[in-house]
């Protein structure tokens, strides 16, 4: 079993930053995809961003410019910086990792929410 664990959203004005942290409890996190998903109010889940264990990432259009995946695997730690937030960014924020059974982990979420 894998354990995921979000942090740090928030609430933040149009134009500002946020940096997502995912922290996994098992050393599968070196060799496996991260990714990062989000679900607004009313809304299906949408992917967002991922990247491989070799570093290659991958963006959903709207966050393109914008967002920033990395990964640490000394500190089993995925990141999502998040840059230049809009209002339609607002959303629960999702940390997935997917084993080779194709049967993914998810983390409890935290909430992001751009406001004026």
């Known amino acids: 079993q894998v354990q995921l664990v979000e942090s740090g959203g928030g609430l933040v004005q149009p134009g500002g930053s946020l940096r997502l942290s995912c922290a996994a409890s098992?050393?599968?996190?070196?060799?496996?995809?991260m990714g990062w998903y989000r679900q607004a109010p009313g809304k299906q889940r949408e992917w967002v961003a991922t990247?491989?264990?070799?570093?290659?990432?991958n963006y959903t259009d709207s966050v393109k410019g914008r967002f920033t995946i990395s990964r640490d695997n000394a500190k089993n730690t995925v990141y999502l910086q998040m840059n230049s937030l809009k209002l339609e960014d607002t959303a629960l924020y999702y940390c997935?990792?997917?084993?080779?059974?194709?049967?993914?982990?998810w983390g409890q979420g935290t909430q992001v929410t751009v406001s004026s």
């Open positions: 990247i491989t264990a070799g570093g290659r990432t």
């Open positions: 997935r990792l997917t084993p080779p059974s194709n049967i993914p982990y």
């Open positions: 098992r050393s599968i996190f070196n060799s496996v995809t």
